[in-house]
Nanobody
Framework: QSQLVESGGGSVQPGGSLRLSCAAS????????IGWFRQAPGKEREGVLC????????FYQDSVKGRFTVSRDNAKNTVYLQMNSLKPEDTGVYFC????????????????????WGQGTQVTVSS
């Protein structure tokens, strides 16, 4: 059964850091665009960062540039989202997702058109 499983969420104070994991099973990440999305209460889901599994081209939402980075462990078939200098406005449920590489990683993030979703993990940034 193919699935994406996120972990690593939690509560952190402003300025803190978290690392989210997305473990993929049944997927070969090289063949997909991989995205991290978030949804705050009462708001639409938005793309945070999207990366091409084949060549590493990455799109960052403006609000996370310089603070969030993505990495990958091929042996574990896992993608990580490192979040530094967290702000209260980063609060939300974070989802990883995959889409076929039809358009661009920017398009994936901006249109939120994906083929597969994980179940999400809660991130709360509060003092």
């Amino acid at each position: 059964q193919s699935q994406l499983v996120e972990s690593g969420g939690g509560s952190v104070q402003p300025g803190g850091s978290l690392r989210l994991s997305c473990a993929a099973s049944g997927f070969t990440l090289d063949y997909y665009f991989i995205g991290w999305f978030r949804q705050a209460p009462g708001k639409e889901r938005e793309g945070v960062l999207c990366i091409s599994g084949s060549d590493g081209v990455t799109f960052y939402q403006d609000s996370v540039k310089g603070r969030f980075t993505v990495s990958r462990d091929n042996a574990k078939n896992t993608v990580y989202l490192q979040m530094n200098s967290l702000k209260p406005e980063d609060t939300g449920v974070y989802f990883c997702a995959l889409s076929l590489p039809i358009k661009t990683v920017q398009s994936m993030c901006e249109t939120v058109q994906v083929g597969y979703w994980g179940q999400g993990t809660q991130v709360t940034v509060s003092s």
